[in-house]
């Protein structure tokens, strides 16, 4: 009789370790389905998250006044401006025909700052000069109107900014006319002229 309650005992611990191995492996598929989820969800996502940075439109955009400071974002299919108070105005990403960067430099300070650059001795002026200039970047985009009519825009923003709104924009179908990699290639009439 010994021997068959062995056997008892031992199919019992069999039965309690492939319980265990079943639970173990469908929480791992329950994990792993969790994570698989998590990831398509966020990476849908990052693609229609709204994106927007504080920006100066400088002009182009119809219907927002130059040199207006407000939020330049993209809403799902449109890339739109609004300044503080007044509608958003916008253009479909789709009718986006070229989005090209720049960079700008400004002086800041102002009056004082002039006045203190006048006054500081021994061309002193010149070396306060070399730290008074922000840098900006300027993102233009052309895009094409319900009429076929083709329009620009020009936004300054913070340095660093345009190359991610251009990236956001290229991402969710904005179009670019000329090649990134390519330089640009005078023809042999251009240069023949350039030469005399």
């Keep these: ?26 929480s791992l598929l329950t994990w792993s389905s969790v994570a698989m989820l998590a990831k398509n969800a966020t990476t849908v996502k990052s693609v229609t998250a709204p994106y927007s940075t504080h920006s100066t439109h400088l002009m ?3 219907g927002a006044p130059n040199n ?9 299919n449109a890339l739109q401006f609004q300044k503080d108070g007044r509608p958003a ?8 025909q070229d989005v090209l960067l720049g960079e700008q430099s400004r002086q800041i300070g102002g009056l ?16 306060v000069s070399l730290f008074s ?5 300027t993102l233009a985009v052309e895009y094409v109107d319900a009429n076929g009519g083709l329009h620009g825009a ?3 923003l913070n340095k660093g900014q345009a190359e991610a709104l251009k990236n956001e924009l290229i991402a ?18 251009e240069v023949r002229n350039e030469n005399k």
């Design 112 to 127: 004082p700052m002039t006045l203190g650059k006048a006054a500081t001795p021994f061309g002193g002026g010149r070396a």
């Design 172 to 189: 969710r179908g904005a179009h670019l006319s000329h090649g990134e990699d390519e330089p640009t290639k005078q023809s042999s009439t």
């Design 133 to 137: 200039h922000k840098k900006y970047d």
């Design 68 to 76: 207006a400071n407000g939020m330049l974002s993209i809403q799902e």
């Design 154 to 156: 020009i936004f300054q």
């Design 89 to 96: 105005v916008q253009v479909k990403i789709a009718s986006i």
């Design 60 to 62: 182009g955009f119809e």
């Design 1 to 26: 009789m010994k021997p068959t309650l062995v056997l008892q005992a031992d199919s019992m611990s069999i039965h309690d370790r492939i319980r265990r191995s079943l639970v173990v492996l469908a």
